[in-house]
């Protein structure tokens, strides 16, 4: 299914996470409790110190090149939506400015503090189904049912 031209109003929600809180959990907690239905991250920053991570050569069959990190890390990116099977990626830089990036697994655990403007297409829904050319769920944007909203 393709979802080319889907256009939507625009949302904007600001979250600070503390340190020792896991990043990824509480975004998908916020998500969650504000009741968002086509959430993305616009920007982030902030550090951690461990991360997991599944690198880039991976494919639907051969998915185990999986990294911990251990920190601290400056987050230099974070991207991806947030619906329910959020698909994140991340780049961190270490003390030496050595950057490492990759699909978010969890275990993003904040250092000082990790500030996130998270955006919601108000008029989109995104889910996620099964491709079977990729051999993962894929993003699928959908028009937002319309609620009845009558007096």
Request: charged share 20%; glycine share 8%; with cysteine.
């Amino acid at each position: 299914m393709s979802s080319a031209g889907a256009g939507s109003a625009l949302q904007v929600h600001a979250i600070r996470v503390r340190p020792g809180q896991e990043l990824l959990g509480t975004l998908q907690a916020f998500v969650e409790e504000k009741r968002l239905r086509a959430p993305f991250i616009v920007t982030c920053v902030g550090s951690l110190t461990k991360a997991t991570l599944r690198l880039a050569n991976d494919t639907a069959t051969k998915t185990n090149e999986v990294v911990h990190l251990s920190g601290p890390f400056e987050i230099v990116s974070l991207v991806g939506t947030l619906n329910p099977d959020a698909h994140i990626h991340i780049s961190l830089s270490d003390f030496e400015g050595k950057t490492v990036g990759g699909h978010v697994l969890g275990d993003l655990e904040v250092f000082t503090t990790a500030e996130v403007v998270i955006g919601e297409a108000v008029d989109l829904e995104f889910t996620r189904e099964m491709d079977e050319q990729t051999g993962f769920p894929e993003l699928v944007v959908q028009p937002r049912p319309q609620t009845n909203q009558s007096a």
